[in-house]
């Protein structure tokens, strides 16, 4: 049972441009959501992440944006950079379960020049 | 400031053997997780250790073990190896108490022949 799903697993965007990775989850407990950025034979590298008790979190080029009813939220980047190419994973949390993350399988995000 | 490390970086083991995975947490930080990461797929939960207590765990079984030490670094057993245990396995470190991001080590491959 995949509790955090995205369903892409590839996306390929032009250098500029908005790149947007979308994430579904199944559990409403889910209170805290986060984004993290992996290169190959690196860890997951933090991004950005969001309250439940929010619907918007920005910080510099990387916007989240959460919406409960449906269950989703979305990572967008702009302007797309040559640098953003990598994995990009979503993982959520519940304070029930002292706040063990539940990952997605990831989105390869490819910028192309 | 020095991030989160971990050893050893690959590991060749063959079916039936034990295997013993180390993982100094960040600086200040007191909750260490574990995480088995197979390829395409996204982490997945093994268990959270604050304060040398375990406090969650994920659905893997008993031959999955683990210690945390009073300086708070870690250690990841896995007894009687199978071939599906070979994996990238993530340390992450994070302060505790708090639903905050956690910080990753570079990982361990382990490759179970």
């Known amino acids: 049972d995949q509790q955090v799903k995205q369903n892409s697993p590839s996306l390929s965007v032009q250098e500029g441009r908005i790149s947007i990775l979308n994430c579904d989850y199944t559990?409403?407990?889910?209170?805290?959501f986060l984004w993290y950025k992996k290169y190959p034979a690196e860890g997951p590298t933090f991004l950005i992440s969001i309250s439940s008790i929010k619907d918007k979190n920005e910080d510099g080029r990387f916007t989240v944006f959460l919406n409960k009813s449906a269950k989703h939220l979305s990572l967008h980047i702009v302007p797309s950079q040559p640098g953003d190419s990598a994995v990009y994973f979503c993982?959520?949390?519940?304070?029930?379960?002292?706040?063990?993350?539940?990952w997605g399988a990831g989105t390869k995000l490819i910028i192309k020049p | 400031e020095t991030g989160v490390t971990q050893s050893p970086t690959h590991l060749i083991k063959t079916r039936g053997q034990q295997v013993t995975l180390r993982c100094s947490s960040q600086s200040g930080h007191n909750t260490v997780s574990w995480y088995q990461q197979a390829l395409g797929q996204g982490p997945q939960f093994i268990f959270q250790y604050y304060r040398e207590e375990e406090n969650g765990r994920g659905n893997f079984p008993p031959r999955f073990s683990g210690l945390q030490f009073p300086n708070y670094s870690s250690e990841l057993n896995v007894n009687a190896l199978e071939l599906d245990d070979s994996a990238l396995y993530l340390c992450?470190?994070?302060?505790?108490?708090?639903?905050?991001?956690?910080?990753f080590g570079p990982g361990t491959r382990l490759t179970v022949l």
């Open positions: 992450a470190s994070r302060p505790g108490g708090l639903n905050n991001e956690q910080f």
């Open positions: 993982a959520a949390s519940a304070a029930d379960s002292n706040y063990q993350l539940i």
């Open positions: 559990n409403s407990m889910f209170d805290y």
